[in-house]
């Protein structure tokens, strides 16, 4: 099992920025993809972005050039940088971990962690 703790979020008005922060923990052999999706009342849950092991980061075209997704494989740990933050942008955001293992796949999932953008 991976756990994944996840950290930020909070209140933001229009404009400004934040940073989320995801530690995996556990069974981190076989850790592949890091990401982050989110979620907002009555939506489904969308990709915001995803990272490889390799460093090569993919965007939800939503987010792409205001948000930036890194990661640190010593640390296991992977962080979104969020900028210009709109209104549109409020939901639960849950951290993503993809785990290959012996030809098996594994996907977990954050506690999820609220960001509001409002004035």
């Known amino acids: 099992q991976v756990q994944l703790v996840e950290s930020g979020g909070g209140l933001v008005q229009p404009g400004g920025s934040l940073r989320l922060s995801c530690a995996a923990s556990?069974?981190?052999?076989?850790?592949?993809?890091m990401g982050w999706y989110r979620q907002a009342p009555g939506k489904q849950r969308e990709l915001v972005a995803t990272?490889?092991?390799?460093?090569?980061?993919n965007y939800a075209d939503s987010v792409k050039g205001r948000f930036t997704i890194s990661r640190d494989n010593a640390k296991m740990t992977v962080n979104l940088q969020m900028n210009s933050l709109k209104p549109e942008d409020t939901a639960a955001y849950y951290c993503?971990?993809?785990?290959?293992?012996?030809?098996?796949?594994?996907?977990?999932w954050g506690q999820g962690t609220q960001v509001t953008v409002s004035s």
């Open positions: 993503y971990v993809l785990r290959r293992v012996l030809g098996n796949s594994y996907e977990y």
């Open positions: 990272i490889t092991g390799g460093g090569s980061p």
């Open positions: 556990g069974s981190i052999f076989g850790i592949n993809a």
